[in-house]
């Protein structure tokens, strides 16, 4: 009997921690479909006031993924808001490294159905330039594709010492509508004329160039007008021009 009796005060107690622990859960299932968006959004890298542009990224340790392992309700929540999944940063060793991650930026950007997309594509530039391929050449043109996929819904994106296939295929985007702001650190995009850069949306244009200044300044603009910023700069350390700059410059 006191076998029994001890058990069953230690399932009343764990019965009790669990009846604590849904008491917390429950107020949060009710809440309104657009407040918990707004907290959920809040979750992310630069949520809240922060003025820090950061984007997110592939963990499962921050938001938005941690928010699919709270609970089966909140999984369905943020997989149906597409503005939790409109920023990526992209590390494309680490992206590449699994068949699944490829895929699964593809997926993730695909939820954030038609919302403008940041982006941050690094890459590493000392690698691909001395013959140190981690990745196949296949690999890294899929993953090229893909975002060349949503090249409509881009807004603001970042590349960082892009491979040369990667550059090749990004040179070959001829629609980017929604691109403002566009920032390059390397040279191989610079080979040929970017289609990119000539998006009616443009605003701000920032080109680091690992080359001479004089290729850089080459690069045609259809609408200087447009722009608002533009940042020029050498491997050489030679600013261009930098600054803001007014429409009817």
């Known amino acids: 009997m006191g076998a029994i009796r001890e058990l069953s005060e230690k399932r009343e107690k764990l019965q009790a921690f669990i009846n604590a622990q849904k008491a917390l859960i429950s107020c949060p299932r009710r809440l309104h479909t657009d407040l918990l968006e707004n907290i959920f959004l809040a979750c ?3 949520g809240g006031i922060s003025v820090i542009r950061r984007n997110s990224v592939m963990s499962a340790h921050v938001a938005p993924l941690l928010l699919c392992r709270i609970c089966s309700s909140w999984r369905k929540a943020t997989m149906s808001m597409p503005r939790l999944w409109a920023s990526l940063h992209i590390p494309v060793d680490f992206i590449l490294a699994r068949d ?8 993730w950007l695909k939820r954030a159905a038609a919302c403008p997309l ?5 890459d590493n530039m000392k690698r691909w330039q001395w013959g140190e391929t981690l990745h196949s050449e296949d690999d890294m043109l899929a993953l090229a594709k893909s975002l060349r996929t949503h090249s409509l819904w881009w807004h603001d994106v970042v590349f960082t010492d892009p491979s040369p296939h990667m550059a090749q295929t990004l040179r070959e985007i001829d629609q980017a509508p929604n691109l403002a702001s566009f920032t390059l650190h390397g040279s ?3 080979a040929t004329e970017p289609k990119l850069l000539n998006s009616p949306s443009l605003r701000t244009v920032n080109l680091f160039s690992h080359d001479d200044l004089n290729i850089v300044l080459e690069i045609p603009l259809v609408a200087w007008q447009q722009l608002t910023q533009l940042d020029l700069q050498s491997g050489s350390g030679i600013s261009g021009t930098s600054g803001s700059l007014s429409p009817e410059v």
């Open 44 to 46: 992310l890298p630069a």
């Open 118 to 122: 940041s982006l941050s594509v690094w």
């Open 188 to 190: 191989t995009f610079l």
């Open 100 to 107: 699944t991650r490829a895929s699964a930026v593809d997926n």
